[in-house]
């Protein structure tokens, strides 16, 4: 005789579990779907074992089973991250946190309405690229900017509406690729520009561009190489020299600078990253660079320059497609703000992060391993190297402490799954079978729950033995 045929029916199981749950908060028909979902399941499974299962399973297993698959239904499934890596702009991770005073923006504009596009003086139709231009202005030295939804979006508009059947001419070794689907080469196929590379892998100058030029040459792009570095026999053409053979031939110069940043890097240790107003300062007609990488800020592409180009790049029909919403804009002009007043260094938590000196992180990492101690765990204060990342400052380090967690040989993998599993997850690294919190990527309000978290998470696994 079948187990199958001591299933219960999809009606009995949806009974069961508005028993044995307060599943009234949920349409019935959800409930109805997980009920028949896990009896499909179950089923499959039983035909699978082929004789070898005696019984189906008792009906408070598949009530339960239906549980799991409601909970996991109706929860988000994009949620917090504690960032215990020590990789400040960490992609995978959602990149910059926001200062307060952007979070408070970006709430204030979602509550209700907004002048987006309306101009409150006047009573009329206005734009919404009016609220970062002049912000943007005053802190790069640029005529005019505009934001859109990403950097790879602000390239390719620029592209799109400077260069479409045209040539853009790229140095041989700024042909690169820079991280999941932005190749150079293939941006510029995909938006119907024609690249021109000159020079070589290691050098380029600045003849190598001017006698590439012709009477269809549309840019010069330079791109910064954000994540990695030439070393050795290299010569890059600067900025100045591609500007100056640009104004001499009337073609724009296009400094793609990926993070981009307002502040020095160098006070850290740190190399330096392009600045863009120095990019300004140097006769780029347009920079483009991330609003969620060195910024600090929502992800956004900014593109400062030209005013008569920023124009053109409007009026074309993909910046609409392009264009970003109003709580990225709130977001980036408070992040903007913050540079404004000369607060960036404090308020912005990406630069509160590089900017953490060795002390305080000290003092916290004690206190986390003072707690885990007591909670019987084996752990331990530690120097480590944090990273900026965000493909910037490729190989940089930025020295810092930490705690290691030894859960004994063999378990840190699944110490480190049970504690991205729960919630709040926290992400931490793994090196020679410990886990390792880098406490500098760690905001410090999350303390209190990343201790709760690896304490909960170590009784759970329980004293693997020795
Ligand atoms: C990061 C980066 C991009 C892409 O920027 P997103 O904001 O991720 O779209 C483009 N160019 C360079 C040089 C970069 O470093």
Same mark, same amino acid.
């Given at each position: 005789?079948?187990?199958?045929?001591?299933?219960?029916?999809?009606? !009995?199981?949806?009974?069961?579990?508005?028993?044995?749950?307060?599943?009234? @908060?949920l349409?019935?028909?959800?409930?109805?779907?997980?009920? *028949?979902?896990?009896?499909?399941?179950?089923?499959?499974?039983?035909?699978?074992?082929?004789?070898?299962?005696?019984?189906?399973?008792?009906?408070?297993?598949?009530?339960?089973? #239906?549980?799991?698959?409601?909970?996991?239904?109706?929860?988000?499934?994009? *949620?917090?991250?504690?960032?215990?890596?020590?990789?400040?702009?960490?992609?995978?991770l959602?990149?910059?946190?926001?200062?307060?005073?952007a *979070?408070?923006a970006?709430q204030?504009?979602?509550?209700?309405?907004?002048?987006?596009?309306?101009?409150?003086?006047?009573?009329?139709?206005?734009?919404?690229?009016?609220?970062?231009?002049?912000?943007?202005?005053?802190?790069?030295?640029?005529?005019?900017?505009?934001?859109?939804?990403?950097?790879?979006?602000?390239?390719?508009?620029?592209?799109?509406?400077?260069?479409?059947?045209?040539?853009?001419?790229?140095?041989?070794?700024?042909? /690169?690729?820079?991280?999941?689907?932005?190749?150079?080469?293939?941006?510029?196929?995909?938006?119907?520009?024609l690249?021109?590379e000159?020079?070589? =892998?290691?050098?380029?100058?600045?003849?190598?561009?001017?006698?590439?030029?012709?009477? %269809?040459?549309?840019?010069?792009?330079?791109? $910064?190489? @954000? %994540?990695?570095?030439?070393?050795?026999? &290299? $010569?890059e053409?600067?900025?100045?020299?591609?500007a100056?053979v640009?104004?001499?031939h009337?073609?724009?110069?296009?400094?793609?600078?990926?993070?981009?940043?307002?502040?020095? =890097?160098?006070?850290?240790?740190?190399?330096?990253?392009?600045l863009?107003?120095? @990019?300004?300062?140097?006769?780029?007609?347009? #920079?483009?660079?991330?609003?969620?990488?060195?910024?600090?800020?929502?992800q +956004?592409?900014?593109?400062?320059?030209?005013?008569?180009?920023?124009?053109?790049?409007? !009026?074309?029909?993909?910046?609409?497609?392009?264009?970003?919403? !109003?709580?990225?804009?709130?977001?980036?002009?408070?992040?903007?703000? +913050?540079?404004?007043?000369?607060?960036?260094?404090?308020?912005i938590? /990406?630069?509160?992060?590089?900017?953490?000196?060795?002390?305080?992180? $000290?003092q916290?990492?004690?206190?986390l391993?003072?707690q885990?101690?007591?909670a019987g765990?084996?752990?331990?204060?530690?120097?480590?190297?944090s990273?900026?990342?965000?493909?910037?400052?490729?190989?940089? =380090?930025?020295?810092?402490?930490?705690?290691? /967690?030894?859960?004994?040989?063999? $378990?840190?993998?699944?110490?480190?799954?049970?504690?991205?599993?729960?919630?709040?997850?926290?992400?931490?690294?793994?090196?020679?079978?410990?886990?390792?919190?880098?406490?500098?990527?760690?905001?410090?309000?999350?303390d209190?729950?990343?201790?709760? *978290? &690896?304490?909960?998470?170590?009784?759970?696994?329980?004293?693997?033995?020795?």
């Amino acid at each position: 005789m079948t187990p199958l045929r001591n299933l219960p029916s999809v009606d !009995k199981l949806v009974q069961a579990v508005q028993r044995a749950t307060d599943t009234d @908060s949920l349409p019935r028909a959800l409930v109805v779907q997980a009920a *028949r979902t896990e009896l499909d399941a179950t089923r499959a499974q039983l035909q699978a074992a082929n004789g070898a299962a005696t019984a189906a399973p008792p009906l408070e297993a598949l009530v339960q089973q #239906v549980q799991q698959r409601l909970e996991a239904l109706t929860a988000p499934s994009l *949620r917090p991250v504690i960032n215990a890596t020590g990789v400040i702009i960490q992609t995978n991770l959602g990149r910059a946190p926001l200062s307060a005073a952007a *979070r408070a923006a970006m709430q204030a504009v979602s509550l209700g309405y907004s002048n987006l596009e309306y101009d409150l003086a006047a009573g009329t139709r206005g734009s919404r690229t009016v609220h970062l231009s002049g912000i943007v202005q005053q802190l790069t030295g640029a005529e005019a900017a505009l934001a859109v939804n990403n950097n790879a979006a602000a390239v390719y508009l620029v592209l799109l509406a400077l260069a479409v059947g045209r040539e853009v001419i790229v140095s041989r070794g700024q042909a /690169v690729e820079i991280g999941g689907g932005f190749r150079i080469p293939d941006v510029l196929r995909q938006s119907g520009a024609l690249l021109v590379e000159v020079g070589t =892998t290691n050098r380029t100058y600045p003849r190598d561009y001017e006698q590439a030029i012709n009477a %269809n040459t549309a840019l010069l792009l330079r791109v $910064h190489t @954000s %994540n990695f570095r030439l070393v050795g026999f &290299v $010569h890059e053409t600067s900025l100045e020299a591609m500007a100056a053979v640009g104004r001499k031939h009337g073609i724009p110069v296009l400094d793609d600078l990926g993070s981009g940043s307002l502040l020095p =890097t160098t006070p850290y240790g740190l190399a330096p990253e392009p600045l863009v107003q120095e @990019s300004i300062a140097a006769g780029a007609d347009l #920079v483009t660079f991330s609003g969620d990488k060195l910024l600090g800020g929502p992800q +956004a592409g900014i593109i400062a320059g030209r005013a008569d180009l920023i124009e053109r790049l409007k !009026k074309h029909p993909l910046a609409r497609a392009l264009r970003v919403d !109003k709580t990225t804009i709130a977001g980036l002009e408070a992040t903007l703000q +913050a540079y404004l007043r000369g607060q960036a260094l404090t308020e912005i938590p /990406v630069w509160q992060m590089i900017g953490m000196p060795l002390a305080p992180l $000290h003092q916290r990492a004690t206190a986390l391993a003072a707690q885990w101690q007591a909670a019987g765990i084996v752990a331990q204060v530690t120097t480590c190297a944090s990273a900026v990342g965000g493909g910037s400052l490729p190989g940089e =380090t930025l020295p810092s402490v930490g705690v290691t /967690v030894d859960p004994g040989a063999g $378990h840190a993998n699944r110490l480190a799954q049970a504690l991205r599993m729960g919630a709040p997850a926290v992400v931490a690294r793994i090196a020679d079978d410990n886990l390792l919190f880098d406490v500098r990527t760690v905001l410090p309000e999350q303390d209190a729950a990343l201790a709760q *978290r &690896v304490a909960d998470v170590w009784q759970m696994i329980g004293k693997p033995a020795p």
